[in-house]
């Protein structure tokens, strides 16, 4: 798959437990389904850094202005641009 030229990323539930999600804007591939016990800065860095790496969420998500998954995406270099 070519890389994506905008990630959406978001915050889903199942119950009470995170799933966190990262979506290709243009093809609609869920490239980041992951059930996690947190939705902290860190936790979000390690599967954005991971999808990155992949090639799967590159160049730039959309901007979050606030919370955990902004501190993750300015915290892995390859999604900040």
């Known amino acids: 798959m070519m890389p994506s030229r905008v990630g959406l990323h978001d915050e889903i539930f199942h119950g009470e437990r995170p799933v966190l999600a990262g ?5 609609t591939y ?3 389904p992951a059930a996690e016990d947190h ?10 850094l ?9 160049p730039r998500p959309m901007e ?5 998954l902004h501190t993750a995406q300015h915290a ?4 900040h641009r």
Request: proline share 6%.
């Open 23 to 27: 979506v290709d804007a243009d093809s």
């Open 30 to 32: 869920c490239y980041l």
């Open 39 to 48: 939705r902290d800065g860190d936790t979000w860095g390690v599967h954005l």
């Open 50 to 58: 991971d999808a990155a790496q992949q090639g799967l969420a590159e």
């Open 64 to 68: 979050i202005l606030d919370g955990p």
């Open 76 to 79: 892995v270099p390859t999604l």
